[in-house]
């Protein structure tokens, strides 16, 4: 991939239109390049159809991975995805957005040696692609068992629940805040994972089983109570994921040129052009996960000139994995590391640079500024529990559900799973690992 | 480097390499090729009988099975014999003789069963000035339904007498190619050497049908919708073909026969094992037809480098060395005992060896070990099959390792590999006889 850049005399501020629409659609291709049909089939030749195979283990899901890749290897990627989606029905997206390299490929025992391990996230991805482009059903409905499921949030976790339901038998309300399904899918993931819409094409796919009815623009907390849900259905999963941004506590971080990394990406992720969407020349992002390294790239990929992620620790305490720092680096993506915020730098009440304080080992050292137009905090989203929950209904911890091993809260009839709970990995694939291991818990229950 | 000189039945050439009789010999464009490439020696392609030339298809001819690399690992073929006029053949054969004195030329033959076209045609080759004669009685497809080529090699007494006649009416040295569509290929060996024959060379092509197309329904290759068994050739071959060179390198009623090895050979370690194994030189035909003729470079220069390294100062020196290795089953020592072992350090924990001895042999390799993941062999059971040795992805890590007087906690007996006992006086066995 060629990156087009900005020549250095574009405006300052945050401005739109720092490159055209055609350099950015060309920025924002796809992050790995689908695998052809033949390339697929050598690289599913690689695999070595491990016993007990380790892919598997670390997979969230536990997809049969040594199984799918067989399939594909001998000519059947319809197949292939029919396994895959068994137990990952946003087996698309996870083959798109999981960090493989710290999940499935991180394990691979190809790794040994000068060896590298097997593409597991593209040949899922030509799987998945593969059966939705030739429209294969693989799901049918057991037999109408009459009980409602109320699902809140039409995010992954929410979204796999509603399917695995609908699958037993069961139908569905799925109750979502915003206008479009697919919580992070669709607002949070990075443009380059998520081409050509498609969220919404996976939202379609898995609500054309039938059973599911999506409700747009309901609030928990607003425009109904855990309690009326409860009334209405014979068990609820909450799926709402977290809310806003969290707050540095440093002076300077209410003004103007402030913003918060999700907020920015969702702007980004929902305009009809991305050559509209205003960026800083100079952007500084402060954080270290996945949504610091996004945010970054993407800003990048739209024209600022400069980017630099400030993370408080070293490259190995990240969040976001090495190969993630790679690939930001690659872009034109500076990372400062042991950089401890202290203050947003102010001119005429708008945001012009962040002071830090070196921590870690050079803790003594001097204060520096980075000279940014725009700061993007990604240092995590908070919980948005309060705004749902009716009165302490239920037990919770660091501001999120806590659940049992089924998926269970605090409160009878309620299951909950995704980033709203306690202890998880804030990954997709875990979100769906929830809501179908919430699914079957409820079946389970409503069976007896 | 070593001198690769080679006699084989009298003919002489600069190296043990020829090309079998079939496209790569068919005209002398091509020898002319093979020859400045550096190829000791052709088989010309099958000359027929004069008369209007045969007629192959023109729908495809040739179809592969490949391996994962898209390696061409089987080759499959529904070709006859040279399809140019017998006439201008001749006159070619006769050229590129004159052109090449030092490179062996072989005119390879098919007419029918009668005695007055054999001896035509014999005293035509003769005049070309070529160094031998190589009888066709191998070719499985479209010439066999004729009464030629697998029809005649499949019947000792048609081998003899051909065979027979061409030692009558010819004095160039007589090379007979077997099919390998036989139960005992030692039959028509024995017929060729009956008749005569200063040679064998084998084997030809194998009959096969390659695949079966899944859209249409229809057999590979197809032709206008249908399709033919075809020979078999290539590297999947090579491992009958070491069996019937083998078997006829063993075979006293064969003793000095001269042998000329082909089937799968691609280079300089096949070329050594057929030479190891009885024969006197080997041709190549599917590692051209898929590489062109620069492989043989790498086959001189490996050859070489070989016998320089294990001290054979000639061809001739090599040839049947791994013979005396090879016996029939009841003759095996019983008490030679091997157990796998697996190298830690390399094991990259796969568990292949572990499921396959699981699902399919004797349940002797762990998958675990205090509840982590590691393959450790279970030597009591454990049989030394070599099963997981062959599905180990990673070279050397899983090994067989050699008991020597100690005790196999399989069978709770103590290992003597140095007192040999063969079936034929295992006490287990109802017509043992106690004297060796
Ligand atoms: C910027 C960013 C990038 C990320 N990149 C990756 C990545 O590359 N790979 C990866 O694996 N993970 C990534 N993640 C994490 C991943 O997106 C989440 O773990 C996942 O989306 C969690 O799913 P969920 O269903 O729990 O929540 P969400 O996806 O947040 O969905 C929750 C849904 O509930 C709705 N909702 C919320 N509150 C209410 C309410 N009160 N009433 C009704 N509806 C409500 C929301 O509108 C939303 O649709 C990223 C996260 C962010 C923020
Ligand atoms: C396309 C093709 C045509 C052949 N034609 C002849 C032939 O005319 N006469 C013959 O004796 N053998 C013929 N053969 C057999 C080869 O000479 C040789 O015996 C056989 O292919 C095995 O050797 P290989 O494994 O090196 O190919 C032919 C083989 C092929 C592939
Ligand atoms: S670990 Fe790697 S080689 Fe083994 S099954 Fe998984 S993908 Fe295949
Ligand atoms: S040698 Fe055979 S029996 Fe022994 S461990 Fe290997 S597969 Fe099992
Ligand atoms: S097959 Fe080889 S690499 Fe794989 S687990 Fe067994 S010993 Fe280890």
Known sequence: MELITTAHNGPSGIAAE?????????????????????????????????????????????????????????????????????????????????????????????????????????????????????????????????????????????????????????????????????????????????????????????????????VHDVILGRDVTVQELQKRHDAVFLGIGLGGGNMLGIPGEEAEGVADAVAFIDGLRQADQLSAVPVGRRVVVIGGGMTAIDAAVQAKLLG?????????????????????QEFAKIRGVSIRYWAQPGAVILEDGRAAGVEFQPSGDTEAGEKFVIPADMVLKAIGQGSHLERAESAGLFEVASGRLVVDEERRTSCSGIWAGGDCIAGGDDLTVSAVQDGKVAANSIHRALSL | MNDLKSNFAGIESPNPFWLASAPPTDKAYNVNRAFEAGWGGVVWKTLGEAGPPIVNVSGPRYEALHGKDRSVIGFNNIELITDRPLELNLQEIAQVKKDWPDRALVVSLMVPCQEAAWKS????????????????????????????????????????????????????????????????????????????????????????????????????????????????????????????????????????????????????????????????????????????????????????????????????????QAIPSLTDWQHLNLNYTVKAQIDQDLCIKCGRCHIVCEDTSHQAIYARHNGERRYEVNEEECVGCNLCVTVCPVENCLTLRKLENEVDVRTGQMVSPAEKLQWTRHPNNPMANADP
């Open chain 1, 304 to 324: 600022a000139e400069e980017v630099t992620i400030a993370y408080r620790r070293g490259a190995d305490a990240m969040k976001a994995s090495i190969v993630e």
């Open chain 2, 121 to 320: 045609i014999l005293s035509q080759v003769e005049d070309t000035g070529a160094d031998g004669l190589e009888l066709n009685f191998g070719c499985p497809h479209g010439m066999s339904e004729r009464g030629m080529g697998a029809a005649v090699g499949q019947v000792p007494d048609y081998v003899e007498m051909v065979t027979a006649w061409c030692k009558e009416y010819s004095r160039l040295p007589v090379i007979v190619k077997l099919t390998p569509n036989v139960t005992n290929i030692r039959q028509p060996a024995q017929a060729a050497k009956k008749g005569g024959a200063d040679a064998v060379s084998l084997i030809n092509t194998i009959n096969s049908v390659m695949s079966v197309d899944l859209d249409s329904l229809s057999i590979n290759p197809t032709i206008d919708a249908m399709g033919t068994h075809g020979g078999y050739c290539g590297p999947a071959v090579k491992p009958i073909a070491l069996h019937m060179v083998s078997d006829l390198g063993r075979d006293p009623e064969c003793e000095d026969l001269p042998i000329s090895a082909i089937g799968g050979i691609s280079n300089w370690r096949d070329a050594a094992e057929f030479l190891l194994l009885g024969a006197g030189n080997v041709q190549v035909c599917t590692a051209a037809m898929t590489h062109g003729f620069k492989i043989v470079d790498d086959m001189i220069d490996g050859l070489s480098r070989f016998m320089q390294e294990k001290g054979f100062a000639s061809v001739s020196d090599l040839v049947g």
């Open chain 1, 18 to 214: 720092r490159l055209n629409e055609a350099e950015c659609q060309s920025n924002f291709c796809e992050m790995h390049m689908p695998l052809e049909e033949n390339a697929a089939r050598v690289e599913a030749e690689r695999c070595y159809f491990c016993f007990d195979a380790p892919c598997t283990e670390a997979c969230p899901t536990g997809i049969d991975i040594p199984g799918f890749i067989r399939m594909i290897a001998n000519g059947n990627a319809v197949g292939a995805a029919g396994l895959i989606l068994e137990e990952n029905i946003m087996g698309g997206t996870c083959a798109r957005a999981c960090p493989v390299e710290t999940l499935c490929e991180g394990v691979c025992v190809r790794n040994h040696g000068d060896d590298r391990p097997v593409t597991i996230g593209l040949l899922q991805r030509f799987a998945v692609d593969e059966a939705l482009q030739e429209g294969t059903e693989f799901f049918s409905r057991s037999e109408q068992t009459g009980k409602s499921i109320g699902v809140v949030g039409a995010g992954p976790a929410g979204l796999s629940c509603a399917h695995r339901l609908s699958v037993l038998g069961h139908n569905v309300v799925v109750y979502e805040a915003r206008s479009k399904s697919g919580g992070l899918n669709e607002y949070g993931l990075a443009a380059y994972k998520m081409l050509n819409g498609f969220a919404q094409r996976e939202t379609e796919f898995i609500t054309s089983l039938g059973g599911i009815e999506i």
